[in-house]
């Protein structure tokens, strides 16, 4: 299994990053996936939830209007658009998988992508 996240970098503040976690190992369309974030010396939070097929997506009150989470199960793929971006959402970024129907802890997780945005 492997959930391998990727386009991470340094913005400036109202930037644009687009965010991709390709996913390798298990049944993809199988799983709800979602993106969340850890800042230094902060604890993990999540930021955006998307459902196996796409029909229920969440997201955390802070970046609400500026991500936008979407997935396509053909290429096994999860992306996290993020725009109007902040100083504050400077962290590493995760992606994880879950187990549709299931809820509770991720079952799987990538490895991680920075994201610096500079004020």
């Given at each position: 299994?492997?959930?391998?996240?990727?386009?991470?970098?340094?913005?400036?503040?109202?930037?644009?990053?687009?965010?991709?976690?390709?996913?390798?190992?298990?049944?993809?369309s199988?799983?709800?996936?979602?993106?969340?974030?850890?800042?230094?010396?902060?604890?993990?939070?999540?930021?955006?939830?998307?459902?196996?097929?796409?029909?229920?997506?969440?997201y955390?009150?802070?970046?609400?209007?500026?991500?936008?989470?979407?997935?396509?199960?053909?290429?096994?793929?999860?992306?996290?658009?993020?725009?109007?971006?902040k100083?504050?959402?400077?962290?590493?970024?995760?992606?994880?998988?879950?187990?549709?129907?299931?809820?509770?802890?991720?079952?799987?997780?990538?490895?991680?992508?920075?994201?610096?945005?500079?004020?």
């Amino acid at each position: 299994v492997q959930l391998q996240a990727s386009g991470g970098g340094l913005v400036q503040a109202g930037g644009s990053l687009r965010l991709s976690c390709l996913a390798s190992g298990f049944t993809f369309s199988s799983y709800d996936m979602g993106w969340f974030r850890q800042a230094p010396a902060q604890e993990r939070e999540s930021v955006a939830t998307i459902t196996w097929n796409g029909g229920s997506i969440w997201y955390e009150d802070s970046v609400k209007g500026r991500f936008t989470i979407s997935r396509d199960n053909a290429e096994n793929t999860v992306y996290l658009l993020m725009n109007s971006l902040k100083p504050e959402d400077t962290a590493a970024y995760y992606c994880a998988a879950r187990r549709r129907f299931i809820t509770g802890e991720y079952d799987f997780w990538g490895q991680g992508t920075l994201v610096t945005v500079s004020s």
